[in-house]
């Protein structure tokens, strides 16, 4: 049975189509049954629809508080019957409670070469700090921001002329790729 997946996005969502595009494959272990959003007007919603997978906004402004948010976003996990869970670019911090709920079970793509560069502005400070080789990591979620064990990382070289745009254009292009992998390992019990 293939494993129901839910991917939660705040954005874009270009991670969110390589993992649709990725499940579309007969053999892939793992569906895509819900992309969930916490912005209303995330450009990755329209993408999920026009594919005629299910979504959701689950709004954090409009809940009193955290615990709140999560409840919603739990009760339509359930109601989906989520196994796993892909953050991918879904920029709210989850609390320990929820994390420990998917413990194993909820994976996130971070663009750094994991434990360099957690946080924000990866690109930026990769380049400020003159490192040779920077990229992106794949791991599970643990209540610590991104930390926890790592799946899968790629790198690619920082060349001489880099910008942030160009590095970002470069790891993006490694994220698309790793991304349905990790899941696919996850998926198939092999992580
Ligand atoms: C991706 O580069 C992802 O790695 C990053 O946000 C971008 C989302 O793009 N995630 C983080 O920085 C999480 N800390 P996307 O919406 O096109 O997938």
New binding site residues.
Partial sequence: MRKRTAIF????????EALVRAAQRPDFPAEIALVLSNRPNAA?LKFAKSCGIATAVVDHKIYAGRNEFEAAMAHILAIHRIELIC?????RLLTASFVESWRGRMI????ALLPQFK??D?HARALAAGVSEHG?TVHFVVPEM?AGPIILQASVDILPGDTEASL?AR??AQ?HRIYPLALAKLARGEV
């Fill in positions: 996005i705040s954005g874009r969502g270009s991670n969110m990755g953050l991918a670019g879904f920029m996130n793509i971070h663009p946080g924000l990866t992106c991104d970002s790891v993006l994220e």
